[in-house]
T-cell receptor, first 114, second 112 residues
Framework: GENVEQHPSTLSVQEGDSAVIKCTYS??????FPWYKQELGKRPQLIID?????GEKKDQRIAVTLNKTAKHFSLHITETQPEDSAVYFC?????????????FGQGTTLQVKP | DVKVTQSSRYLVKRTGEKVFLECVQD?????MFWYRQDPGLGLRLIYF???????EKGDIPEGYSVSREKKERFSLILESASTNQTSMYLC???????????FGQGTRLTVV
């Protein structure tokens, strides 16, 4: 079946440094790629998303890039802060259907050290 | 704000019990999902529903069933709970043709 691979599984950075999380997907028909942040004991929440007709999207300190040819997309967090510490999940839509089905990566635990 | 509410935060059940996990959303979303979250495995789709009384299997449906009698409510049923079903269960909803999924707060189920 289709899958999404996410790396690294854990990431530790110093406050103020940048963090990059990478994902690859297998379904060439995927056209929507969201990123979720899950703080300890809380529900996953959407932080940014990108559609296949766009190569890059930014929202303040967060950016996502998409390379459809390589089936690869990445999350970039600049000027990291301790409150960025969380588990981050990437996801890809299953095909181009409108069912809203998403395939999730395995998650990356980001620790930002003060 | 969209609200997706799961009936319990924590549940402890015995092996062989029938378990019901309830999820309610208040935004008239067509799509509803049940995921299971385990360390190192991410979120895996158990079942989803795109309309009342409609359901489709996800990646790991074995041992589970679902019910959607009303648009706002999606129930996950463990017919006979087993210890390997100990996990965090997350419900989510989204608009038809939409992509953004909103999650419930999760139910931590322990089967002993």
């Amino acid at each position: 079946g289709e899958n999404v691979e996410q790396h690294p599984s854990t990431l530790s950075v110093q406050e103020g440094d940048s963090a990059v999380i990478k994902c690859t997907y297998s379904d060439s028909a995927s056209n929507y790629f969201p990123w979720y942040k899950q703080e300890l004991g809380k529900r996953p929440q959407l932080i940014i998303d990108i559609r296949s007709n766009v190569g890059e999207k930014k929202d303040q300190r967060i950016a996502v890039t998409l390379n459809k040819t390589a089936k690869h997309f990445s999350l970039h967090i600049t000027e990291t802060q301790p409150e960025d510490s969380a588990v981050y999940f990437c996801a890809a839509s299953l095909g181009s259907s409108n069912t809203g089905k998403l395939i999730f990566g395995q998650g990356t635990t980001l620790q930002v050290k003060p | 704000d969209v609200k997706v509410t799961q009936s319990s935060r924590y549940l402890v059940k015995r092996t062989g019990e029938k378990v019901f996990l309830e999820c309610v959303q208040d935004m008239d979303h067509e799509n509803m999902f049940w995921y299971r979250q385990d360390p190192g495995l991410g979120l895996r789709l158990i079942y989803f529903s795109y309309d009342v009384k409609m359901k489709e299997k996800g990646d790991i449906p074995e041992g589970y069933s679902v019910s959607r009698e009303k648009k706002e409510r999606f129930s996950l049923i463990l017919e006979s709970a087993s210890t390997n079903q100990t996990s965090m269960y997350l419900c989510a909803s989204s608009l038809f043709r939409g992509r953004m999924a909103f999650f419930g707060q999760g139910t931590r189920l322990t089967v002993v």
